[in-house]
């Protein structure tokens, strides 16, 4: 019997802990206190509804739902460096720079995205199908920097839509793009591989545009971040070149595309689980 | 006909700065910047010789060879960050922090090391040696970062020996085992990849217990960074415990037990390089 989103959060969640149980210095305690705080794990439910959709069996879904996972904690630990973002909240608890230090924190970062691709290497998928994940992983991966890159040169900017979209499809899109694309990589269905990826891509500019709104006009106590940072750090946003409704319907219009296209596949798992996404 | 380590370090250069040719943001620059600062090359030099004196096909030397220099250039970046090392200099040149800003160094850091993973992703090796590959240098290049977190540590405290040789082992000794390991595993003899890996790891005990001594007496012109920075920093090294000269003692003892297990394996070529490493 096919697990519930509920029943595989829980197993997830149980492995995490288990994968960052046995800490030998303080950078690993670091990595530990950042990752095992409570999250969405959105990356990883939506690698889980993709192969479920498309009948990949469940013991080739952990290795990158967790890496996808360790991957987005590390990134996120460096952009909450006083040198980067300067953020001290995260996940509603104080950043890990805060409690580590900053020389902790940079470390811990590391360790995060290399640990990511150590537990990747640890898949029990044919050779074939582990050449794709890890090639796909280190593009996608390489990309959020590329992303991260130029949302910092950006700041107190002046980039065109286009060019804050582009940035948008890496910094947040790319990792997306390599959830969905588990899906036909992990069913060998490899000639789907682009189009999906596509998919994530389109699907990560409609959530960070979300981000967008919430930073906006959101609930710090809900995000578990503090609201009002992006335009507090003269941060390019859709919202600031489109204002608040326009986006609201162009992320509208991006998510449609990508159910429709979803439900052409017939992947209903994933599309009930973006559409539940969208009502939030 | 086999080429000169001449002739591959020239070509190692060219497919370097074709790797880094396109820089489409700061950080990129600013990675560009920090890897194409002439070095020694040492890594790749040691694949290139391991895989000549395996008989495997140069086209396979390259991919390795260049994540292996971006990996260690970008660990590089971060251990010289003011939050860590503090070191001003590197090869010679400003460090990166000092020509970019710390924000682009942490970022040029990360990207090395992502670059890295792409760079080998794109090896046109079958899918079994890429597996292998991917598994090792994922497995080494945590190792490093796990060796970097207890040098941080270990920084103005009182470890013993052996956990400093184990720092060793992980921090310099890892790279160099992954190094070593490309000969078995490129040339498809799987079941000396263990043994390989360790006798990489302890040439890296060995160049590491070396790099104490230079920091000890060296020439800042040669090194083309700061000396005597250990001490001032506090950090622990084998030669604070042992002295100079019984570290000497213990660094050319480890050296000609790598030496006599690579004539053991007849591999000349790299046999003579450690020979001539040893004499600088």
């Known amino acids: 019997m096919k697990k519930t989103s509920d029943e595989f959060l829980k197993e997830f969640e149980e492995l995490l802990s ?7 210095c303080k950078v690993e305690e670091a990595m530990a206190y950042s990752v095992l705080t409570p999250g969405k794990r959105l990356r990883p439910l939506l690698i889980w509804s993709i192969c479920t959709d498309m009948n990949v069996s469940s013991e080739y879904v952990w290795h990158p ?8 904690t590390g990134s996120l630990v460096h952009d909450d460096l006083p040198q980067i973002d300067d953020s001290p ?5 104080p950043s ?25 290497s640890e898949s029990p998928a044919n050779p074939v199908v582990k050449e794709q994940l890890f090639r796909c992983f280190s593009r996608t991966t390489y990309q959020v920097l590329v992303g991260e890159a130029l949302d ?18 890496k910094k947040t899109g790319a ?17 789907f591989v682009e189009r999906f990826s596509k998919l994530g891509e389109v699907f990560g500019i409609w959530f960070q545009i979300l981000d967008d709104v919430k930073d906006t006009c959101g609930d710090e106590s809900k995000l578990g971040k503090p609201v009002g940072k992006d335009v507090a750090l003269g941060k390019p946003t859709v919202t600031k070149i489109l204002g608040l409704e326009k986006s609201k319907i162009f992320a509208d219009k991006l998510l449609k ?3 429709h296209r979803l439900e052409d596949f017939e992947l209903i798992l994933t ?9 939030r």
């Open 18 to 24: 288990q994968e960052m149980s046995e800490t030998k």
């Open 65 to 72: 739902a967790l890496a996808v996972e360790l991957f987005h």
């Open 89 to 93: 909240l995260r996940r509603g608890k």
């Open 96 to 120: 890990c720079h805060i409690v580590f230090g900053n020389d902790t924190a940079i470390l811990a970062g590391d360790g995060l995205m290399l640990r990511a691709f150590r537990v990747l």
């Open 152 to 169: 910092v040169q950006y700041t107190g900017g002046d980039p065109s839509l286009g060019e804050v979209l582009n940035m948008y499809a």
């Open 175 to 191: 990792l997306f793009s390599f959830c969905f694309a588990c899906g036909p990589i992990m069913s060998e269905k490899f000639e």
């Open 257 to 259: 595309s990508v159910v």
């Open 271 to 279: 599309c009930r689980l973006l559409e539940n996404l969208a009502k």
